[in-house]
């Protein structure tokens, strides 16, 4: 896991700055490309949250995995997952990163260390707990140590009676 102080190095502060403004921009053009109706799903943006899932991942090594809610383009892009493959997911292509079968809310992209995107309010919590938990007992081939679940956005959505 990356250390950072209270203040990043200024290289490190200038990359979560163009990941910010890039997810936006992204962000900003998917809405005014889903006005022409041609986008095979519901999509939910994630514009304002950009600095949550930037920041997040910024804390975050190449063995990291993480996973998300229905909000989950910021989230997807900065753990580096596919441009190409996320929007034609969104067109419901095959090649999308879910063979354009999930669309905007399940998205995936196991290489960036994306497990995946779910819709369903709170589910995120037993894939999360069930990935790390996996990661104490198994080897993962495609990851060179062990499956490591990071950051699993849960966003007020549980009761502490469930986690």
């Known amino acids: 896991m990356t250390e950072m102080s209270q203040h990043p190095p200024s290289d490190v ?68 997952g596919d441009l190409q493959a996320m929007l034609a997911e969104l067109y419901g292509k095959a090649a999308g990163c879910a063979s354009g079968k999930g669309g905007s809310m399940h998205l995936i992209d196991s290489e960036a260390g994306f497990l995946g995107a779910v819709p369903i309010v709170g589910s995120t919590i037993p894939i999360g707990v069930g990935a790390e938990r996996r990661g104490d007992d198994h080897r993962i081939a495609s990851r060179s140590e062990r499956y490591r679940c990071r950051a699993c956005r849960i966003a007020g959505t549980s009761s502490v009676d469930r986690i």
């Open 13 to 80: 502060a200038r990359k979560m700055l163009r990941d910010l403004l890039r997810i936006r921009r992204i962000e900003e053009r998917i809405a005014s490309l889903y006005a022409e109706q041609e986008m095979c799903c519901p999509t939910h943006f994630s514009i304002g949250q950009e600095a949550v899932a930037v920041g997040v991942c910024a804390h975050l090594d190449g063995e990291d995995m993480i996973t998300s809610a229905h909000r989950s383009h910021a989230h997807y892009l900065a753990k580096d």
